[in-house]
């Protein structure tokens, strides 16, 4: 008997074997496609839909996939965002063209190149002081423009019951959010200069998304299975801070805002952190954890799956882990089908495995690349599971 999507996932999300992997794709920033090649994947597939973005934002560069190519693109997942408020969102659209982009935050992005925008913009960038945390002008988080539209199309979702729900509100976290105020080079830095400023500005940060999530939580209220948090923790071959240092400062954090996610919701918690994290697994289960992601297969011990799968399958369900440094940008489309091929039998042997890219689907992927690795877990996922 057909299952539908929502079943597959929740059978994944408890380590069971569904008829094949679950796809998450289209769903969130860490999940998504960028602009460029969502449109060739349209022009491909001859579907007419309009150029949308992410989170309403066009700098991010992310699209907001049409319903048909969600559907062609076998997506299990359908998610639920919020947005920036109204006068901000507003503010951007009207702005100078080629001028910095300033979310509510009083951060932003500068174009570096036509149509490419980097973080560049930091309101807090030569703050060291905890005074200097105090005065800044901290974004107001209970505009009730920024989850207006959550409650009703979180419970459209649920009513038709076909999609697993994920919610991804864009605070950027802790450390990211920190990244975003200062510089990643100078937060680093900050880290071992002040260290009593840098952890009160992550905990200052802590506060001040908790203000959002709350009524974004309450506004799901149960139409949700999976809400997306996350930090990028590693690089192609350690991690951006020791393991005491992670211990010490962050992951007090990272357990608080588990611990806060669950005294709201029963949906499973779904964490995104980039790079060589195999060091941090084993403190990502200790918070509980639900799902990890993106695994970053060209990077460090993540590149052993194997050993992933044999230490971790059971305590943990893996979303990613199709390669898009080397296989999706640069392979054949039969190269991508044996790497999805070779994914799925290590990491989907006995459930817990959801597919997806290793982070956004950037504009270096062909569109055929994109529909060799969803058809290879269509094809592929069901005829193993017969062969089984």
Excluded at 250 to 264: G, N, Q, S
């Amino acid at each position: 008997m057909d299952i539908t999507p929502r079943e597959r996932v929740l059978m994944a999300l408890e380590h069971e074997a569904p008829d094949r992997p679950p796809i998450i794709l289209g769903t969130s920033n860490a999940t998504g496609l960028k602009m460029q090649t969502y449109r060739r994947l349209k022009a491909l597939l001859g579907i007419e839909a309009p150029d949308e973005y992410l989170y309403g934002w066009p700098e991010l560069g992310t699209a907001a996939i049409d319903e048909e190519t969600m559907s062609r693109l076998h997506s299990d997942v359908r998610g639920v965002l919020d947005l920036e408020p109204a006068n901000v969102l507003e503010r951007n659209r009207t702005r100078e063209p080629h001028s910095d982009y300033i979310d509510s935050w009083g951060s932003g992005a500068r174009e570096v190149k036509p149509d490419e925008w980097f973080p560049m913009v930091h309101p807090l960038a030569g703050a060291t002081t905890i005074e200097e945390i105090e005065a800044h002008d901290w974004p107001e988080m209970s505009d009730p423009t920024r989850v207006a539209h959550v409650c009703a199309q979180a419970e459209q979702l649920a009513a038709d019951n076909q999609y697993a729900i994920m919610a991804t509100p864009w605070l950027l976290f802790p450390l990211e959010r920190a990244f975003a105020m200062q510089g990643m080079d100078t937060f680093l830095m900050n880290m071992a200069l002040y260290p009593d400023f840098t952890e009160a500005l992550l905990w200052k940060l802590q506060d001040v998304c908790k203000q959002l999530m709350e009524p974004f939580l309450a506004a799901l209220g149960p139409n949700v299975d999976m809400i997306k948090i996350g930090d990028d923790l590693g690089t192609q071959e350690s991690l951006l801070m020791s393991p005491d240092m992670y211990r010490r400062v962050l992951k007090p954090i990272h357990a608080d805002w588990v611990e806060f996610i669950r005294a709201h919701t029963d949906a499973k918690v779904f964490f995104h952190t980039d790079g060589d994290v195999f060091p941090l697994i084993d403190d990502f289960v200790e918070m509980g954890i639900d799902i990890l992601n993106p695994i970053q297969t060209s990077a460090g011990k993540m590149s052993n799956i194997d050993e992933l799968r044999d230490r971790y399958g059971s305590k943990i369900v893996f979303c990613g882990a199709i390669d898009t440094q080397r296989i999706l940008p640069h392979g054949t489309p039969d190269e991508v089908r044996a790497e999805v091929h070779r994914v799925i039998d290590i990491l989907g042997q006995a459930g817990g495995y959801m597919v997806s890219s290793v982070h956004t689907i950037m504009d270096d992927v062909p569109a055929e690349n994109v529909l060799a690795m969803v058809d290879a877990v269509e094809d592929y996922g069901r005829s193993r599971n017969r062969s089984h």
